[in-house]
């Protein structure tokens, strides 16, 4: 059943109601043109009123204009919300909205848009999805960056255990949850836990790369057999 969101708009400022509801220890902050819910476009996305203006909202913030991104974040939202699409539609443009609330200082604000747009999330797929442990580095450099490590710490281990259950632990995805807790690990100064993640990143590396490699030589000597053949 599709989580019913409602969003009310008043007097410039925004309330909104659910009723079920590596990047930031770089040191350039993350952009909202490639983050905060950034899709690439495809024929589908492209078609779509809301994503049009979360597109536009997107750049507006990224040019700074943060008046008019946060005009047009909420339109995407009132026009995702009347086309029934939570997700991704309202879920990532309230996650963009939460970076732009971010940029304005407007850190309770900030916390409280990302987390609303998580508890969609969870009402539509649950916590154990990977869809929303996707979601979750993002909002990790948010609570960093007001004063929450303790809650940061705590999705980023979420994020991580969610993709070792969902892909194996020795994939690609879970690899780099690992790595963005490392890189916490790193930025809180905990580097002798940080150093013992990274050895562990450095096997799954490498049982990767090994992985690609054996499949590389399968193919050539199937490739091989064929060409006997003929």
């Not at 150093?195 to 562990?200: A, G, H, K, P, R």
Request: hydrophobic share 35%; proline share 2%.
């Amino acid at each position: 059943m599709r989580a019913k969101i409602s969003l009310i708009f008043l007097s410039g400022s925004i309330l909104l109601l659910s009723q079920n509801n590596f990047a930031w220890a770089q040191s350039e902050e993350p952009s909202v043109l490639t983050r905060f819910g950034a899709l690439k476009a495809n024929s589908a996305l492209s078609n779509s009123l809301w994503y049009q203006l979360d597109q536009k909202a997107r750049k507006a913030l990224s040019d700074g204009d943060i008046a008019q991104a946060e005009q047009l974040w909420k339109d995407a939202c009132a026009s995702a919300e009347s086309s029934n699409n939570v997700y991704p539609g309202v879920v990532n443009c309230l996650i963009g909205l939460s970076r732009l609330y971010h940029d304005k200082n407007n850190y309770g604000e900030s916390d409280r848009v990302y987390e609303l747009a998580m508890r969609n999330m969870e009402g539509l797929v649950g916590r154990s999805a990977p869809d929303y442990a996707k979601q979750l580095p993002d909002l990790a450099w948010l609570y960093l960056k007001h004063q929450k490590p303790d809650k940061a710490e705590y999705i980023l281990k979420q994020a991580a255990k969610t993709n070792e259950g969902a892909y194996g632990s020795k994939s690609n995805q879970y690899m780099e949850s690992l790595k963005e807790y490392a890189n916490f690990l790193n930025n809180q100064n905990r580097n002798n836990e940080a150093s013992l993640l990274e050895l562990q990143i450095k096997k799954i590396e490498e049982h990767i790369s090994e992985s690609k490699n054996n499949t590389q030589s399968d193919m050539q000597i199937d490739q091989s057999g064929q060409s006997d053949g003929n």
